[in-house]
């Protein structure tokens, strides 16, 4: 049974800093794309980073390029999002995902974790 489950969520003030992991279990993720999504209060689930299971394949929604950082230690199963310049619009629940399709369309991956709360305060 996959199982995905997200930790390191918390609450940090704008500027701050914070990295979520994403522990991966339950099959082999060789070839399997993993990514980050968030949903906010009344909006939309969004697309945050992918990476592909090798870590040669990385792609970031443009408001998060340049301070999110996705990486993944293969050895651990585990897949990390540094998440450095916080803004309180980054407030949501982070998702973790994985699926052989991937990409940044949620609806394309097929395993979701439980999500932990990011909250960034002004």
């Known amino acids: 049974q996959v199982q995905l489950v997200e930790s390191g969520g918390g609450l940090v003030q704008a500027g701050g800093s914070l990295r979520l992991s994403c522990a991966a279990s339950?099959?082999?993720?060789?070839?399997?794309?993993m990514g980050w999504f968030r949903q906010a209060p009344g909006k939309e689930r969004e697309f945050v980073a992918a990476?592909?299971?090798?870590?040669?394949?990385?792609y970031y929604a443009d408001s998060v390029k340049g301070r999110f950082t996705i990486s993944i230690d293969n050895a651990k199963n585990t897949v990390y999002l540094q998440m450095n310049s916080l803004k309180p619009e980054d407030t949501a629940v982070y998702y973790c995902?994985?699926?052989?399709?991937?990409?940044?369309?949620?609806?394309?991956?097929?395993?979701w974790g439980q999500g932990t709360q990011v909250t960034v305060s002004s």
């Open positions: 995902a994985a699926d052989l399709l991937g990409g940044r369309n949620g609806a394309k991956y097929g395993y």
């Open positions: 339950g099959r082999s993720f060789s070839s399997y794309t």
């Open positions: 990476i592909s299971w090798s870590g040669g394949m990385t």
